[in-house]
């Protein structure tokens, strides 16, 4: 509530789902963050973490003590649009509660100003996983056109001396063609910018990930989960499609002989 009525820009929610203070947890802390929708969160959102967070933790030789784990979800783009649902934002962190993370909801339209705000609490590593789709939108300049320097400013603010994005790759479902920091096309005018962040290391690839895990959308669960299609429930972690069909979340409704017919 406090975020949708703009009163704070974040909050943030243990596993046992009592609201944290951010200060309390990520006050000089190594920061780890997944953003999505995870709606609702599937094999690919848990492949993504674990891999990435794998990474982080050898890359910067961080442990569970010294390291806090965030999976942000944003009300951005849904607050301008006026259309916030609160239960199902509540049904999505009470499923990644129940599976052992911490959540942030927060009012971040665009990654930049998330890890200016890990930034405000720490000068530590920073570490955000992200899929391809995301990072080009990262690269794209219409996302900054109110900043007075623009990408670059953004940037900036994103690429921080001890930040680094964790890559996964993405499956074209059209042509399936595996997507990758490597073969990823950026507009021209910022290929010599996106070497320079890969040269650097600034952006490196998830090199362990689950192919067959590729394949799954979780736009596309959402649609069977309100058609009450078969087979979702295997795209999801272990006991999620229980919490779904037992709480009625996300569309799903117990199906009757009257809905039968």
Same mark, same amino acid.
């Given at each position: 509530?406090?975020?949708?009525?703009?009163?704070?820009?974040?909050?943030?929610?243990?596993?046992?789902?009592?609201?944290?203070?951010?200060?309390?947890?990520?006050?000089?802390?190594?920061?780890?963050?997944?953003?999505?929708?995870?709606?609702?969160?599937?094999?690919?959102?848990?492949?993504?973490?674990? !891999?990435?967070?794998?990474?982080?933790?050898?890359?910067?030789?961080?442990?569970?003590?010294?390291?806090?784990?965030?999976? =942000? +979800?944003?009300?951005?783009?849904?607050?301008?649009?006026?259309?916030?649902?609160?239960?199902?934002?509540?049904?999505?962190?009470?499923?990644?509660?129940?599976?052992?993370?911490?959540?942030?909801?927060?009012?971040?339209? =665009?990654?930049? %100003?998330?890890?200016?705000?890990?930034?405000?609490?720490?000068?530590?590593?920073?570490?955000?996983?992200?899929?391809?789709?995301?990072?080009?939108?990262?690269?794209?300049?219409?996302?900054?056109?109110?900043?007075?320097?623009? +990408?670059?400013?953004?940037?900036?603010?994103?690429?921080?001396?001890?930040? %680094?994005?964790?890559?996964?790759?993405?499956?074209?479902?059209?042509?399936?063609?595996?997507?990758?920091?490597?073969?990823?096309?950026? !507009?021209?005018?910022?290929?010599?910018?996106?070497?320079?962040?890969?040269?650097?290391?600034?952006?490196?690839?998830?090199?362990?990930?689950?192919?067959?895990?590729?394949?799954?959308?979780?736009?596309?669960?959402?649609?069977?989960?309100?058609? !009450?299609?078969?087979?979702?429930?295997?795209?999801?972690?272990?006991?999620?499609?229980?919490?779904?069909?037992?709480?009625?979340?996300?569309?799903?409704?117990?199906?009757?002989? =009257?809905?039968?017919?």
């Amino acid at each position: 509530q406090l975020v949708k009525l703009g009163m704070t820009d974040a909050v943030i929610f243990n596993s046992q789902g009592s609201n944290m203070l951010p200060a309390d947890i990520l006050y000089k802390k190594n920061i780890f963050a997944v953003r999505g929708s995870f709606r609702p969160v599937t094999r690919v959102n848990i492949d993504m973490f674990e !891999h990435g967070l794998d990474m982080f933790n050898q890359d910067n030789a961080c442990d569970s003590e010294n390291t806090q784990i965030l999976f =942000e +979800i944003t009300i951005s783009n849904l607050r301008a649009a006026g259309d916030i649902d609160e239960r199902d934002f509540l049904d999505r962190v009470d499923i990644l509660g129940t599976l052992g993370y911490t959540v942030m909801i927060s009012n971040f339209s =665009e990654y930049y %100003r998330m890890v200016d705000y890990f930034s405000s609490f720490t000068n530590q590593h920073i570490g955000v996983a992200m899929g391809v789709n995301n990072l080009l939108d990262v690269f794209d300049e219409e996302y900054y056109k109110n900043l007075p320097g623009g +990408i670059l400013e953004a940037f900036g603010k994103f690429f921080k001396k001890d930040m %680094r994005v964790y890559l996964y790759p993405y499956k074209d479902p059209e042509n399936g063609e595996l997507l990758t920091s490597e073969n990823l096309k950026v !507009h021209d005018n910022l290929k010599e910018l996106y070497k320079y962040f890969k040269l650097n290391k600034r952006i490196v690839d998830i090199d362990r990930y689950n192919p067959k895990f590729l394949e799954i959308y979780s736009r596309e669960i959402l649609k069977k989960i309100m058609a !009450h299609d078969l087979g979702w429930e295997e795209e999801l972690p272990t006991g999620v499609a229980e919490m779904i069909k037992d709480r009625g979340m996300f569309g799903y409704k117990e199906l009757t002989f =009257e809905g039968l017919k």
